[in-house]
């Protein structure tokens, strides 16, 4: 049973930047898949960025590309989001996901993940 734990969340103004940590336990973290999504209220859980297990191939939303980073540290069981250029339509609870498969036609969709942290809250005020 793999155990996630996000932190780095915040308040922060329109523009300004956050970088959110994942931290792993309980489990293989070096051969899961790893996503963050994002959910707003009364709207549905969004996909915003995957990382494969070996952080050779990673993948972001539309929305977030060139402003969202995603990355892995393998040895610290931890993935990372930062988050730049950031605006008030990003602002969200954020999840990390663990997934033991990985494949870019699936990495979108919340239901291909296995295991999942308790969230971490971004505002963006304007």
């Known amino acids: 049973q793999v155990q996630l734990v996000e932190s780095g969340g915040g308040l922060v103004q329109a523009g300004g930047s956050l970088r959110l940590s994942c931290a792993a336990s309980g489990g293989p973290f070096s051969t899961y898949g790893m996503g963050w999504f994002r959910q707003a209220p009364g709207k549905e859980r969004e996909f915003v960025a995957a990382?494969?297990?070996?952080?050779?191939?990673?993948y972001h939303a539309d929305s977030v590309k060139g402003r969202f980073t995603i990355s892995r540290d393998n040895a610290k069981n931890t993935v990372y989001l930062q988050m730049n250029s950031l605006k008030p339509e990003d602002t969200a609870a954020y999840y990390c996901?663990?997934?033991?498969?990985?494949?870019?036609?699936?990495?979108?969709?919340?239901?291909?993940?296995?295991?999942w942290g308790q969230g971490t809250q971004v505002t963006v005020s304007s």
């Open positions: 990382i494969s297990w070996h952080g050779s191939s990673t």
């Open positions: 996901a663990a997934g033991s498969y990985f494949d870019g036609l699936v990495v979108f969709r919340p239901t291909n993940y296995d295991y």
